[in-house]
């Protein structure tokens, strides 16, 4: 059984972080930092494995990922585990109880995490004495919805080898824009998570990798992906189109 996170209140503040660009909107002022800085100094540590939030919790909080990686999935009433999404530094996870106030799927972090909690009830008013935020928060719900959207159309319109296509073309985009390496990554989850996150059999996802590695469009080394052929890999995705 995973150890509770332990809680701490940390002196990283919003107005001093180097992620602030990632998961805040740009046009704060040093006023409304301040407000945002006394909502946000309670970071929690996990290690892999921990829980964040279980299937059923009440929810209290949004969390945004200050260090580290975490996976939502949900369990099946045969006991089968669906991934639904994987997160990483910079961006907000919780989303999914906002409507109901209660968590539909768990999240487990993949390495050991740090998140900043962002108690709802604070957030929720603090987004009503700035504009800028609440817009910001509308923008990170859209954004959930056009992923979400994005999976449907991965499983029900792409062959293997694009879906993992497209897997590894959306971490690429996303460690770019965290200032890392587009073409060399580390994978925290495992080819079954991943599997399961497209919504293939783990033989199949081997197949697909050992395919790309044969072409010349990746190397892999255990966990280690370097995308040697970027152009390739976008035009596979795009191969029955």
Known sequence: MPQPASIYHSKSVCSSCNLAELCLPLDLSNNELLKLDELSMLKRDFSRGDYLYRNGDKFRSL??????????????????EQ???FQMTGEIIGLDAISTDIHACEA??????VV??????????????????QRHLHKIMSREIVRDQGIMLLLGSMRAEERLAAFL????????????SATQFQLRMS???????????????????????????????????????????????????
């Open 116 to 133: 900043c909690e962002l108690p709802f009830n604070k957030l929720e008013s603090l987004s009503r004495q700035i504009p800028s935020l």
């Open 191 to 241: 080819r079954q998570e991943i599997g399961s996150y497209l919504g293939l059999k783990l033989e199949t996802v081997s197949r697909a990798f050992s395919h790309f590695q044969n072409e010349r469009l990746i190397n892999v080394k255990v966990r280690t992906i370097e995308i040697i052929d970027l152009p390739g890999l976008q035009t596979c995705l795009n191969a029955s189109r």
């Open 83 to 85: 991934v639904t999404g």
């Open 169 to 180: 073309l959306n971490l690429s985009q996303r460690f770019s824009t965290r200032g890392l």
């Open 63 to 80: 969390f945004a990922i200050h260090s580290g990686s975490f996976k939502t999935q949900i369990l099946h009433e045969d006991g089968r």
């Open 108 to 113: 487990v972090a993949m390495e050991n995490s």
